[in-house]
């Protein structure tokens, strides 16, 4: 069963910085593209950035991008999205994903591509 765990969100004023944290079981972690979604209130969810699993491809929304980094830890299966300048606009629940094919070299933007889910983690940004 695969179980995808985030972590790390919280409160934070404008301009803070938060790590989230992704944490998969069930998997084998290394072969999989790895996506962080987002999804404020009242709007649909939307990406925010992909890392493909051989790391070497990295995607990011233009809205974070230049502010925000993903990574991955492949002994720890986990990873990572380090948000800096963080703005009220990025206050959301956010969520990791697993690709739903192996060794993927796209990071996908798509939800329809990923099909594996964590719960999500709030993140709020104080203005």
């Known amino acids: 069963q695969v179980q995808l765990v985030e972590s790390g969100g919280g409160l934070v004023q404008a301009g803070g910085s938060l790590r989230l944290s992704c944490a998969a079981s069930?998997?084998?972690?290394?072969?999989?593209?790895m996506g962080w979604f987002r999804q404020a209130p009242g709007k649909e969810r939307e990406f925010v950035a992909a890392?493909?699993?051989?790391?070497?491809?990295?995607r990011y929304a233009d809205s974070v991008k230049g502010r925000v980094t993903i990574s991955r830890d492949n002994a720890k299966n986990t990873v990572y999205l380090q948000m800096n300048s963080l703005k009220a606009e990025d206050t959301a629940v956010y969520y990791c994903?697993?690709?739903?094919?192996?060794?993927?070299?796209?990071?996908?933007?798509?939800?329809?591509?990923?099909?594996?889910w964590g719960q999500g983690t709030q993140v709020t940004v104080s203005s």
């Open positions: 069930g998997l084998t972690f290394s072969r999989y593209t």
């Open positions: 994903a697993a690709d739903r094919t192996v060794y993927s070299m796209t990071p996908h933007t798509k939800e329809d591509e990923y099909d594996f």
């Open positions: 890392l493909a699993w051989s790391t070497t491809i990295i």
